[in-house]
Structure formats: C-alpha cells, structure tokens
C-alpha cells in the first residue's frame, strides 16, 4: 500500500506505590516543594545501596499478565550510563537485555473494524529521572532549576511492536493500555505526568523517525499527525526522510529535529552491581486478575443492554464504569438505558467542558436527577439545565443542592430554561439579558486580576470569571450563553 504509515510506541508508566523503587521516599510528592522527597539512595549520594520495592515488581507482574506477556526465568537490572542534570548519578538504573517481561498483545478496535492485536515486544521496569524546571522557557531562559522528588520513581516502559497504521489507532492503543492499568490498579492516569510516550513512526520504505517528550496520551495522536504530514510531503517533493530523534513540543503542536541519536551501545549497560538478578516467573500464577476493560464492556452489553459504543466509552476508564454502575446500582432495569445515554453522550461532555473529573460527580444526585427524567417530572432538555447547575456548584465549591431542589427553585417543569424569556410564566428564577451583561460588568470589575490572567493566556482565569458569573446570576442562565456574553466581552474590551 502506497505511503503506508507505521508506529509503534514506548509508554513510560509510573505505578502507582507508596514508595520509590529502591528507597522509602514516598511517591507522594506533587502537592510538596521541590526536593523533598529525597534521601541518599535517589540522590545517588556515595556508598547508598538501593533496595528493591516488592510491591512495584508485583504491580508489573500484574500489567505483564494481563498483556498476555511471558515473564523471564531471570531478569536483570543494568545501569545505563549517562549524563543529563536530572539523573544525579550519571546512570539510571533499568533493564537491559534481560526485561521483565516479554512477546505479549494488547486488543483494540481497529480502524478497519473489528478487534486488533497490537504485540507487546518488553514490558521493563526502571528507575524515573528527576525533573527540570526551565525558567522562562527552553529557548531563551537563564536557568533551570532540578527537582529531584521525582527521582526514582517506579516506571515501566511497555514496547509496542510496529503495529499501528494510523495516529487513531495509536490513541486507542494508549486508551485501552491506560484502562487496562487503571484497572489493574497499578496507575492512576489523573496524576500529572503519570505517563509519557516516545513514537517510532515511518512511511513504508522510507527511515524511521523517533518522536520523544510527548508527555500526554492527548498529544500523541497531534504529534504524530504532525510528523505523518512533514514526512509525506518530504517524499512528495522527492526529498528522503532522514533516520532520527525529534522532540515535540506540545505548546506548537509540532516535532523538532534534536541531538542525532545516541546509539544503545553509547550508554555502556553493565548489570547492577547492588542488586541480585531476578527470579519472579513463580509468581505469575499467584496473581488473580481483575475484570478487565473487554471483560467489563462485554457484561455492561449481556447485563444492562448498552450498546456496543456506549458500552466501550463506559469502560474505556475505570472511573465512568464505576460511576455508571453506581448509579443504577438501585434500579438497574429501570435506569439503565437512560443512564447509558445521559453518561456517554450528555455527562462526558459538560466534565470535559469544565474540565472536570467523573469523580467530582454525586452518583446519588446523578440518579434522583435520571429518575426525575424517566418519571416524566423534568423534560430532557429541562435536565440538561438542571446537570450543569448541579456541575456548577460543585465546581465552584458552593453547597450543592439535590436535583429536586434546583428543579423548584429554577421552577423548570416540563418547561426549559434560557436567557430571554423573562416573561415565561412561573419562571421566577429566570433574568433576561440586561442584568446578564451588568453582572458581567460588575465581576470585570470585581477581579482584575483574573482578567488579565486571562489576557495572558490562562484558561483557568476564564473557568474562574465563569464560576463568579454563575454565582452572581444564581446558576439561573444558560451557562452556553453566558460562556458566549463573557467570551464577546473580554474580546471587546482587549481592543
Ligand atoms: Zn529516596
């Protein structure tokens, strides 16, 4: 096939322990200042002798049986020598030729229908670097500053085989990974740099490419588009594709060319000294596996009758799957066809917006508000309004009312709400646009400061000025509208 596009992917995960891989510092660490979570061992300080954490070998073991891998007789750690600032002892402790793990599959949904295996080539564990902190940015900051917290913590790194012909299909391959260790509990994917991917990607025939530093599952699918299109159009214009590291940076969007790749024999691997090879194959058999994603998805069809799409987004993460068997844990029959559709196609949506979590969600309220649905009290649409009051609240911290209570409050029956109908009958909570505009007025006023965060750039500004206008107009508009006016506004004044 003519320009045939190839990926396989490196997926760094931290497991998800208490402590670091060879010390008892604790993993714990982002909400703390910078190195404080750090003692002789991860600072690689003189005569400090790493002990293995038990717990992150069996965390791997879990993630190398569920990818149907074959776990070595003897596995080995190696030091990888180099030096960078963030790796304090100029070698990161990891596995070599003798992983953990090796020739396993992942499924997924192929692009062209039906199930896909994606190979496993080694699943490894190692040691995480520290972390650099550029002052101003890479280009032209004076300084970096390192953050040694971060310095041995578990990783492992999964090898795809180069599986993947699409950068759709490399996204569901990391979706279903990072479910599938989600619900090994193993991972937590709401953690802030809990997983990073490196991308070999080519054109058939022509060099391959190494895409690194993609620190989020979301930048993939961009990175590789991005590299897809400037490798193409290379060969188009008869020019070839030369065999090397680039770096994305997510900010641009785009892959940039980078230091010529060091070769894997540049980096003198020898075993560790300080630490004896491994011999974990025995305990493979002992490990009891959860119900996994495929598993889940193919019960929520037999049990509750969701379709196969509804289905695959309810367990594609852990905590949708959990959250939807929560709420119609009362009345599965009844709820379930309403809940399927309001989660799948109504929730994700409005959590996406506010980026919020599922997590942040009343399952309780969640249920009352579908039950006010299906016993005809409140129209759909009427729900819609009554869901984002309810998201609203909670977003902003203010005490979150029972659906039934905003119902009678907005007094929406049968009837929706919207920002102009002053005159609708019994709709006391509704305001027409002009006490709109001057509560946006006043709430410019009120923070400044946010308005100008704002002008720089921070999205979090605008999800505040949003949270004071809802309180200001007491969640009674259209958060749509208001979101439009406030946009207009801010735009209008910059000028
Ligand atoms: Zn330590």
Redesign the pocket.
């Known amino acids: 096939m003519e320009n045939q596009v190839i990926v396989g992917l490196e997926v760094h995960c931290q497991l998800d322990t208490k402590s ?1 891989l ?4 604790s993993t714990d660490y982002r909400s703390d200042g910078p190195n404080t ?7 690689g300080l003189p005569g400090a002798m790493p002990v293995l954490n038990k717990r992150s070998i069996e965390y791997a073991l879990r993630v190398a049986k569920a990818l149907n891998c074959s776990v070595l007789h003897e596995s080995e750690f190696s030091r990888k020598n180099y030096f960078y600032p963030d790796l304090d002892k100029a070698y990161q402790i990891t596995q070599y030729d003798k992983p953990l793990a090796e020739g396993g599959y992942l499924e997924i949904e192929g692009d062209e229908g039906g199930e896909k295996r994606i190979r496993i080539t080694r699943i490894h564990v190692e040691e995480d670097p520290g972390r650099l902190v550029h002052m101003g940015n890479t280009e032209r900051g004076k300084y970096s500053l390192v953050d040694y917290n971060r ?2 913590i578990p990783l492992i790194e999964i090898v795809s085989e180069p599986d993947m012909r699409s950068p759709k299909e490399a996204r569901k391959f990391l979706n279903k990974l990072r479910a599938t260790l989600e619900y090994l509990t193993v991972f937590d994917s709401e953690k802030e740099g809990s997983l990073r991917v490196d991308a070999n990607i080519s054109i058939k025939g022509s060099e391959r490419v190494e895409v690194k530093n993609i620190s989020s599952y979301k930048g993939v699918e961009k990175a590789l588009l991005f590299e897809i299109t400037r490798q193409k159009s290379l060969l188009r214009r008869g020019q070839k594709v030369d065999r090397e590291t680039r770096h994305y940076l997510e900010a641009r969007g785009v892959t940039q060319s980078s230091r010529s790749k060091e070769q894997e024999h540049d980096y003198r691997y020898f075993p560790e000294p300080d630490l004896r090879p491994l011999h974990v194959q025995s305990w493979v058999e002992g490990i009891i596996l959860p119900e996994l994603p495929d598993a889940r998805r193919e019960r929520f069809i037999a049990q509750y009758g969701c379709s196969l799409n509804h289905a695959r987004t309810l367990t594609g993460e852990l905590r949708l799957a959990n959250f939807f068997e929560k709420v119609v844990a009362a009345d599965p029959k009844g709820l379930a066809t309403l809940a399927d559709t309001w989660i799948a196609d109504t929730l994700i949506g409005e959590l996406n917006y506010r980026n919020m979590s599922v997590d942040a969600v009343d399952a309780t309220g969640f249920e009352e508000l579908l039950t006010l649905i299906m016993q005809g009290t409140i129209t759909d649409k009427s729900g819609i309004e009554v869901l984002r009051v309810m998201l609203d609240q909670r977003l902003n911290n203010q005490s979150c009312e029972s659906p039934s209570a905003i119902v009678n409050r907005l007094n929406v029956r049968k009837v929706s709400l919207s920002v102009n109908t002053g005159t609708q009958p019994g709709a006391g909570g509704n305001i027409d646009v002009d006490p709109i505009h001057t509560s946006i007025t006043e709430v410019l006023n009120e923070h400044p400061t946010a308005v100008e965060d704002f002008r720089k750039g921070k999205k979090g500004a605008f999800n505040f000025l949003i949270g004071q206008l809802m309180k200001k107009t007491r969640g009674c508009a259209d958060p749509g509208e208001l979101n439009r006016l406030l946009t207009e506004e801010l735009t209008k004044k910059e000028v």
Request: glycine share 14%; net charge positive; with cysteine.
């Open positions: 670091k060879f010390c008892g510092c979570h750090v003692c002789p061992v991860c600072l310095a041995g």
